[in-house]
């Protein structure tokens, strides 16, 4: 049985990637269009009448239904290499953070304090001037404390100094 269904699978994953270029290419198009100006020029003989609208309601519709799984599993597997090829690049970098690597499998409340961190982190890089600078929430931290310190010496140097005089 589990063969079976590896079988059928992998005929599905085939058949919807070929149907989905077919179907994205020019001359998919070009047939749609020739069928829609057939349809349309048969108009008169067919008096305009409910079956001749029902034709091409009911031959778009069957066909939308019908696309929306076979470009649905296309996109699935478009959108899983997508990430395993940002996960490899995201691991083979020594500086990237690993906390991205399987984001997509994060829920959305958990996207969103990523998001809040990057947000921050950004902010962080802009106060440095430099948006390269940085490359995680804890060195741009750490840097922006190492700095205020540094000005906070630098200040307090100024003061001594003018203090003297």
């Not at 198009?29 to 305009?48: H, S």
């Not at 499998?105 to 001037?129: P, W």
């Amino acid at each position: 049985m589990a063969k079976k269904n590896k079988r059928l699978n992998r005929f599905f994953d085939k058949f919807s990637t070929r149907v989905t270029k077919i179907t994205g290419s020019l001359w998919a198009f070009i047939v749609a269009v020739v069928l829609i100006l057939v349809w349309a020029l048969t108009g008169p003989l067919f008096g305009f009448s409910d079956t001749w609208q029902l034709v091409i309601n009911t031959g778009t519709t069957i066909v939308t239904f019908l696309m929306v799984f076979i470009i649905q599993q296309t996109q699935n597997k478009d959108t899983t290499a997508i990430h395993l090829k940002l996960n490899e690049l995201i691991a083979s970098n020594k500086m990237a953070s690993n906390r991205l690597v399987d984001a997509e499998d994060l829920t959305d409340e958990e996207l969103q304090v990523l998001k809040k961190f990057y947000v921050r982190l950004g902010n962080l890089a802009e106060e440095e001037g430099d948006i390269h600078a940085t490359h995680t929430i804890e060195e741009a931290e750490d840097l922006q404390e190492e700095k205020s310190r540094t000005r906070s010496k630098t200040k307090q140097k100024a003061g001594s100094t003018a203090k003297k005089r």
